[in-house]
């Protein structure tokens, strides 16, 4: 059957499309229930199949867990990768010279951006309510985000004046 595949590529392709054809459905719940029995292999046989790229195994740099992934530059699993991203964003911060007003009272899973008070101090806020009050990169006075400030860290109501002034 193998050397008549090879020999007849053209009647192989026809005969694949037409049994395709006939069995649409049945084709499409058995790649479903493939796919949820066998993930990882599903995964690197429809890499293969799609011709990315040959897919390869490595072991997370943080956590040292296997994956399958066709990135050769892929060095983190998806769990690690967040926390890498906001250890590079603390140190950005740290270059900049920024000072952190209040440590980050938040779990280290949720998403942080750091709102200026002014040109020197910083207060970490969740990103969605820094986005939601004022966008990325804003230093007015927002009363509606101060107060949200002065729920999160309550010192900051009496420090608040003095900190704009300078």
Known sequence: MKQYIKNNPEKNREYKKQY??????????????????????????????VGIATPIKIKCEVC???????????????????????????????????????KNPFDKTEEIHYHHINTIYVVPLPSDIHRCYCGYHTRDNNEDLDYIIEQIYPSFAVIKNSLRQS
């Open 64 to 102: 040292g867990k296997e994956i399958i992934t066709v990135q050769h530059h892929q060095k983190y699993c998806k769990e690690c990768k967040p926390k890498i991203k906001a250890r590079k964003r603390d140190l950005k911060r740290r270059k900049l010279k920024w000072k952190l007003l209040y």
């Open 20 to 49: 395709y054809e006939k069995n649409k459905e049945k084709l499409k719940e058995y790649w479903i229930n493939y796919r949820k029995k066998y993930p990882e292999k599903y995964k690197e046989n429809r890499l293969k199949y």
